[in-house]
């Protein structure tokens, strides 16, 4: 998010997004609209296979879903 231009009130959105009420969120994604309704420093990430939505205190947790993904040979991965 650092390096991504942010609004007024450190949002980031990429895509079909009616954000209400949002703070440092970032909502990223393009074949549906997302509607995030007062988030406070939330991750929303949609792609074709796979909608992550994490704290942003939390994003490196990711890692820890990759990994249990990865052991239970989910295609997503």
Same mark, same amino acid.
């Given at each position: 998010?650092? *390096? %991504?231009?942010?609004? +007024?009130? @450190?949002?980031?959105? +990429? @895509? &079909? *997004?009616?954000?209400?009420?949002?703070?440092?969120?970032? =909502?990223?994604? &393009?074949?549906?609209?997302?509607?995030? #309704? @007062? %988030?406070?420093?939330?991750?929303?990430?949609?792609?074709?296979?796979? %909608? %992550? =939505?994490?704290?942003? &205190?939390?994003?490196?947790?990711? +890692? &820890? #879903? =990759?990994?249990?993904?990865? +052991?239970?040979?989910?295609?997503?991965?």
């Amino acid at each position: 998010m650092e *390096v %991504l231009a942010t609004d +007024k009130k @450190g949002n980031i959105f +990429k @895509g &079909d *997004v009616l954000p209400v009420n949002c703070r440092g969120t970032l =909502v990223w994604g &393009d074949k549906k609209i997302i509607a995030p #309704v @007062g %988030l406070e420093n939330v991750i929303i990430i949609d792609t074709p296979d796979a %909608l %992550l =939505v994490c704290r942003k &205190d939390r994003s490196q947790a990711v +890692k &820890d #879903v =990759v990994t249990s993904m990865r +052991k239970s040979k989910r295609r997503e991965t």
